[in-house]
């Protein structure tokens, strides 16, 4: 495949990643109304583990499971399945697009425990990256703004167990199969919530629409991590890194299509703030590595 063919495949797989990841978190919203949140985290974890299975599973084998590090796996899938949980514990409280924004701090904590936990240098740059970028979600959670405490208390958790996910996740991944540990990810959160089971599962029983719809977040989650994968394969990370935040885009407008609400002037003045300052961050990385 010509190489400029290949970056534009790259761009497409990562918008429709974006779109997937926004439709898992707006059909989370929806049914968080009905069920509790740990059994939309076990359907999320087991559809995905179902279709890895599937379509993996035959022409990978042992290779699927193959890793030299499991504990370390098993730790950052446990994030993962945390990340998952409490953001659906955030987006059941609060609008999609300022919900998603607030998780999109995640790199600026990331860049924070990067330098205490590896050890990394951190420029000037980055802390006032850091700085803006919070300064941003501030406007986002401002007394009288769409979010309420509990909901910022729950996205905060999130984005905590998705920068130590994401950390985890760099110092996996010069050794370990990338499907391996997608893999993981979904076997630890399956394992971990049927576990659980007995503490959360009661309530009503899900119509064949309503289980449809728990199903269908195994599969926009699953699709959305190989669209994800595979778009990493025909470009570099660092190029790709802009268009995740395409979900922003998409969760302000499912927000707007399903539950009728778009952000005010100030709260998107704070997601274009944190964008900005993330962006920022990946794009200087990218200039160090050239230089």
């Not at 707006?26 to 968080?32: D, E, I, N, P, R």
């Not at 936990?117 to 980055?126: A, P």
């Not at 850091?130 to 769409?146: E, K, N, S, T």
């Not at 994401?166 to 540990?181: C, D, G």
């Amino acid at each position: 495949m010509p190489e400029r063919r290949k970056v534009g495949f790259a761009i497409l797989l990562m918008v429709g990643a974006t779109l997937c990841f926004a439709a898992l978190d707006a059909t989370s919203k929806y049914l968080s109304r009905t069920y509790p949140i740990p059994m939309m985290v076990w359907g999320r974890y087991t559809f995905h583990l179902l279709m890895m299975v599937i379509f993996l599973a035959p022409s990978m084998r042992l290779q699927l499971i193959t890793t030299s590090r499991p504990l370390a796996q098993i730790t950052r899938a446990l994030m993962l399945t945390g990340t998952t949980g409490f953001s659906m514990a955030g987006f059941s409280l609060m609008p999609l697009a300022e919900s998603t924004a607030f998780l999109f701090i995640t790199p600026l904590v990331v860049v924070i425990l990067s330098h205490f936990l590896l050890g990394e240098s951190v420029t000037r740059g980055h802390w006032l990256a850091v700085i803006a970028g919070f300064g941003g979600a501030l406007l986002i959670a401002r007394p009288g703004g769409a979010l309420n405490i509990d909901g910022i208390f729950w996205m905060s958790l999130a984005a905590a167990c998705y920068a130590i996910y994401q950390i985890q996740t760099r110092q996996l991944s010069p050794s370990e199969n990338t499907l391996t540990m997608l893999f993981y990810t979904a076997l630890v959160g399956t394992v971990s919530m049927t576990l659980a089971a007995p503490l959360y599962w009661g309530g009503p029983t899900p119509s064949l629409v309503d289980a449809a719809l728990i199903a269908s977040l195994g599969v926009y989650g699953g699709t959305g991590h190989l669209m994800l994968t595979r778009a990493f394969r025909y470009a570099a990370a660092s190029f790709l890194s802009p268009f995740l935040y395409g979900q922003l885009i998409w969760a302000g407008v499912l927000g707007w299509a399903f539950y009728d609400h778009l952000p005010d002037l100030l709260s998107i003045a704070g997601m274009l703030v944190i964008a900005g300052s993330s962006l920022s961050i990946a794009l200087g990385e990218r200039l160090r590595r050239r230089a």
